[in-house]
């Protein structure tokens, strides 16, 4: 199954409450989420430094120990990607641990795409070469990434939205070629740290939008040093609502979505098969 995190905002923000310390919890959904599965496959942890990925990937489930709780305290962040896993395809290893990275792109997926040896063998055949050398694991995850990063370079690289719903629906293609009848799961977040994009397709995912900064919650404070100059915005993005008290709201299933130059959810319908 997994659970994953997403943060975009206009200013470095904190997300040590949302990973840890909240109610629902990412560290708490690693041990129990809201199907009762635990995910403790590993996890990870990425943001950016200098426009290039910080990432933090450990193979033991976050709630054990202190690593995820400290390495969530440190993240103050405008993009930040967190995820929890529960091993469907591939060992749990660092190799097939999310988030995955390419030069300035972090990837991270929910789900499972069924018949997946069949639908290697379509992706690798459509992955370029340089991109191929780079898949380490075994994981579906990580193969969707390049492929999704071959469409990418081979493109025009001014659409990243289009770029990811024409490589989600052909994989779903894929599968119902070889599984049908199976359901495919199909949450991703993809960005470049300027740019975020994702999907939801027969997995639970929720958004949030914030266009305030307002007293935490949890901690009672605010997780932003504001510049009053500009107005303060950003988006989560979570498997899970992390806190009862905010106002999450589900991503339609079946869609692909970005953050928009305004800090919102813009939603475009995935192609299906009948």
Not at 36 to 63: C, S, Y
Not at 184 to 207: A, P
Not at 219 to 224: A, L, S
Request: hydrophobic content about 40%; overall charge neutral; charged content about 25%.
């Amino acid at each position: 199954m997994c659970r994953l995190f997403a943060l975009k905002a206009n200013e470095p923000t904190r997300v040590e409450c949302g990973l840890v310390r909240s109610q629902n919890a990412l560290m708490r959904q690693s041990a129990r989420d809201a199907e009762g599965l635990m995910n403790g496959h590993g996890w990870g942890v990425a943001d950016f430094k200098d426009g290039l990925p910080l990432i933090e990937r450990q193979t033991w489930a976050a709630f054990h120990g202190e690593h995820f709780t400290k390495t969530a305290a440190r993240v103050y962040a405008k993009t930040v990607i967190a995820h929890v896993r529960r091993a469907t395809v591939g060992e749990p290893s660092i190799k097939n641990t999310h988030p995955f990275a390419l030069g300035r792109f972090i990837f991270a997926h929910n789900g499972t795409v069924p018949g997946f040896e069949q639908v290697r063998e379509r992706l690798l055949e459509r992955t370029d070469p340089l991109h191929r050398t780079e898949i380490k694991g075994q994981t579906d995850s990580e193969h969707v990434f390049h492929y999704l990063m071959t469409l990418w370079s081979h493109g025009p690289q001014t659409d990243m939205l289009g770029t990811v719903k024409q490589g989600l629906e052909q994989v779903i293609a894929w599968c119902a070629e070889v599984a049908p009848g199976r359901p495919v799961g199909l949450n991703i977040v993809l960005t470049d740290g300027e740019r975020m994009v994702g999907s939801r397709l027969n997995r639970s995912l929720w958004f949030l939008e914030r266009r305030e900064v307002t007293p935490c919650p949890i901690c009672d404070e605010t997780h932003v040093h504001h510049h009053h100059a500009s107005r303060y915005r950003a988006v989560e993005v979570a498997s899970e609502p992390l806190h009862p008290n905010d106002d999450w709201k589900g991503v339609p299933d079946g869609t692909v979505f970005e953050v928009d130059p305004d800090y919102a959810l813009h939603f475009v319908p995935l192609r299906l098969p009948a």
